[in-house]
C-alpha cells in the first residue's frame, strides 16, 4: 500500500490557479491516482483519477511524471466553495487498498 | 441520480449502549462500504462488500462493530456496546464495481456520532 505525503494546509486568493502535490514515492505497477474532496459535513466526492501524464475533466486537472513519484491537482481560478479537504489516494483501482485516507490537504480560499 | 442516503443524520448516546445506522447505496451499486472518520482525520475503512459477500473486514472492530447487507442493497452498521473512542462520522460510499467505475466512489453525508 503506498504511503501518500501532502501538504497539511495551504491558502490561496480567491481567482488564482491552486496545485496541490502528493508525493507517493513506492507506487506500485498497477496503482492509480484518485484525489477527493471534502467539505465540513459531506462526504469525499470524487474530483479526479490517473494513472500517468495528464487528465483533465471539468472541475481539475491531474499532472503525473513520467516516474509516477509524485503527482498535482490543479484547480483552475479557484471560488470560495473550494475551500474544503482534498485527499490523495494511491492504489489498484480494485479492491479496498485503493480507498486509504491520508489527512489531506486543508485548502482556504481567501477573498 | 439519487445518491447515498444514510440516517441518521446525527446520534448521541452513553457509552455501552448500542446503535445502529442505515445505508441505502445508488440504485444498481454493486459494492458498498463503510468507513469512520474521527474529526481532524481522513476517512479509515471498516468493511467492504460486494452485493451482500464481504470483501473486506480486516479493520472492522470485531468485537463491538457489526455490519450486514442482506439482498445485496441496503446495508446497516451496529456498534455494541459503544466506547467513547467510537464518537465519529459513520460514511457509507458505493459503487458500481470494485473498480469504482468512471467516477469513483460516491459517499453519503454521514452519520455523526456522539458518545458521551
Known amino acids: 500500500l503506498a504511503k501518500t505525503t501532502q501538504p497539511i494546509s495551504m491558502d490561496s486568493y480567491e481567482g488564482q490557479e491552486v496545485n496541490i502535490t502528493c508525493s507517493h514515492n513506492?507506487?506500485?505497477?498497477?496503482?492509480?491516482i484518485t484525489w477527493y474532496q471534502q467539505f465540513p459535513s459531506q462526504g469525499p466526492r470524487f474530483i479526479i483519477q490517473?494513472?500517468?501524464t495528464k487528465v483533465t475533466n471539468e472541475v481539475a486537472s491531474l499532472f503525473i511524471p513520467a516516474d509516477r513519484k509524485s503527482s498535482t491537482l490543479s484547480l483552475p481560478r479557484v471560488s470560495l466553495s473550494d475551500t474544503a479537504v482534498y485527499y490523495c489516494l494511491v492504489g489498484e483501482r480494485t479492491g479496498a487498498n485503493n480507498l486509504f485516507f491520508g489527512t489531506g490537504t486543508r485548502l482556504t480560499v481567501i477573498p | 441520480e439519487a445518491g447515498v442516503a444514510q440516517s441518521p443524520r446525527y446520534k448521541i448516546i452513553e457509552k455501552r449502549q448500542s446503535v445502529a445506522f442505515w445505508c441505502n447505496p445508488i440504485?444498481?451499486?454493486?459494492?458498498l462500504y463503510w468507513y469512520q472518520q474521527i474529526l481532524g482525520q481522513g476517512p479509515k475503512l471498516l468493511i467492504q462488500f460486494q452485493n451482500n459477500g464481504v470483501v473486506d473486514d480486516s479493520q472492522l472492530p470485531k468485537d463491538r462493530f457489526s455490519a450486514e447487507r442482506l439482498k445485496g442493497v441496503d446495508s446497516t452498521l451496529k456498534i455494541q456496546p459503544a466506547k467513547l473512542e467510537d464518537s465519529a462520522v459513520y460514511l457509507c460510499?458505493?459503487?458500481?464495481?470494485?473498480?469504482?467505475?468512471?467516477?469513483?466512489?460516491?459517499f453519503g453525508s454521514g452519520t455523526r456520532l456522539t458518545v458521551v
Open positions: 513506492n507506487i506500485a505497477t498497477n496503482d492509480y
Open positions: 440504485s444498481g451499486h454493486a459494492t
Open positions: 460510499a458505493s459503487s458500481l464495481d470494485l473498480a469504482g467505475g468512471n467516477y469513483g466512489y460516491t
Open positions: 490517473g494513472y500517468k
